[in-house]
């Protein structure tokens, strides 16, 4: 069978499973089976596929299927231009983080930092910002040791191994260095809504790295009054949250006294997605 035949019917089995990304990912899955570009395989679509390649696509759309995200099938999930490698013990990178990463590569341009990054999982916000901060370096911790090791391979493919630590600790167990800036993508949703997520969150998602607790703000209340105290002067905590929660996590920011040039900023379909404040002088 031909490319254009194979994508089709892939495409058709993926739609009658009502997963409406079905040609998209019916491409995605097999130009990254015969690694070549998914562009090369739209407009050569009359080349003929190997059994070989044949049994590696039919198992990988099962997989789909059972509604597995395609990042964890092919293994990887691009960010901020680059690919890194992900995993179920992996949150996988959403676009709406490259804001985060836009602002900060801005704010912080051509200034050396050291960046403490809590949750990092696969690592692709500290190391995306190290990657446009050249003379910068960071930590990135996790309670995850598969997150780890993943983040520590994406350094590597990088090579960014020489800019970046990455630990397996608890928030409440680290007590390295300071830091002129804290970012995290956190667990923010709240535990009786995991539920409710879509089957590739809920089913295939690390339950560690999504659920905040009874109002989503577990570890916000944690993260805001111990950022501080690792806080250079005028440093930077930056945190991601869900898009109903800046008012919350802004109170928790003034209620300890410690935090000056609060902002929340606005995703591209208008969303609250980012809270950052500056911490106080002396």
């Not at 099938?73 to 676009?95: A, C, D, M, Y």
């Not at 050291?114 to 990657?131: R, V």
């Amino acid at each position: 069978m031909n490319l254009e035949n194979t994508v089709k019917k892939a495409s058709q089995i993926l739609k009658n499973h009502n997963i409406h990304s079905h040609e998209l990912d019916a491409q995605i899955i097999l130009s990254d089976i015969m690694e070549i570009k998914r562009e090369f395989l739209i407009t050569n679509n009359e080349i003929n596929i190997s059994e070989k390649i044949m049994e590696k696509y039919d198992i990988a759309i099962k997989r789909r299927i059972k509604r597995e995200p395609v990042a964890y099938i092919i293994g990887k999930k691009e960010f901020w231009s680059h690919n890194f490698r992900v995993n179920q013990s992996t949150l996988i990178p959403r676009p709406e983080s490259e804001l985060l990463i836009y602002k900060l590569v801005n704010y912080f341009k051509n200034r050396r930092i050291n960046i403490l990054d809590i949750g990092t999982g696969s690592g692709c916000i500290l190391l995306s910002l190290l990657k446009e901060l050249h003379l910068s370096r960071g930590i990135g911790i996790d309670i995850s040791s598969k997150a780890i090791k993943t983040a520590k391979l994406n350094s590597k493919k990088l090579n960014l191994f020489y800019r970046s630590k990455f630990k397996v600790v608890g928030i409440n167990n680290f007590n390295i260095g300071r830091y002129d800036l804290i970012v995290s993508n956190p667990p923010y949703i709240e535990s009786e809504n995991l539920s409710k997520c879509m089957p590739e969150v809920r089913q295939y998602e690390p339950a560690q790295a999504l659920d905040g607790g009874r109002d989503g703000l577990d570890y916000y209340r944690f993260i805001v009054p111990m950022a501080w105290k690792k806080l250079e002067e005028n440093g930077l905590l930056v945190l991601e949250i869900g898009h109903t929660q800046a008012s919350a996590v802004i109170a928790l920011m003034q209620g300890s006294s410690r935090y000056q040039d609060i902002q929340v900023i606005q995703d591209y379909s208008g969303y609250d997605r980012v809270v950052l404040a500056r911490t106080m002088n002396g």
